[in-house]
């Protein structure tokens, strides 16, 4: 049961990276697409206004795909840290029913009689 709660930490701490840098990609993305914005709204272009136009949609593009690549690291440490969790709550389960166990052998035997010599000759 500790290896598994180790585990799901871990995996928890995954995800909150994986959902750390998800928001940054979003940020770097709405950036980008911003500065491509503001670059494409000039009516007449210069060469240079067109060179920085065509700089900052490649960076958008660049920019989608690191936002895509967030996404699905982050789907990827979401399923891992479910999954940790299910077995935590196996573990636990499996410890539930041990302790279960464990407290009913303390209970005495209702079915069987047992006469006192048994008892003197078992301690």
Same mark, same amino acid.
């Given at each position: 049961a500790n290896t598994?709660?180790?585990?799901?930490?871990?995996?928890?701490?995954?995800l909150s990276?994986?959902?750390?840098? /998800?928001?940054?990609?979003?940020?770097? /993305?709405?950036?980008?697409?911003?500065a491509v914005a503001a670059l494409s709204s000039?009516?007449?272009e210069s060469p240079q206004a067109a060179a920085e136009r065509r700089a900052a949609e490649a960076t958008a593009k660049n920019r989608e795909r690191d936002r895509q690549r967030a996404e699905q690291a982050q789907a990827k440490a979401q399923q891992k840290a479910e999954t940790s969790r299910e077995s935590v709550l196996q573990a636990l389960q499996t410890v539930q029913e041990a302790g279960y166990v464990f407290a009913d052998s303390?209970?005495?035997?209702?079915?069987?009689?047992?006469?006192v010599d048994q008892v003197k000759a078992a301690v």
């Open positions: 598994a709660v180790e585990n799901a930490a871990s995996r928890q701490a995954e990276v994986a959902e750390e840098e /998800l928001k940054r990609a979003d940020i770097g /993305l709405d950036d980008a697409e911003a000039a009516e007449s303390f209970t005495k035997t209702q079915a069987k009689t047992v006469r």
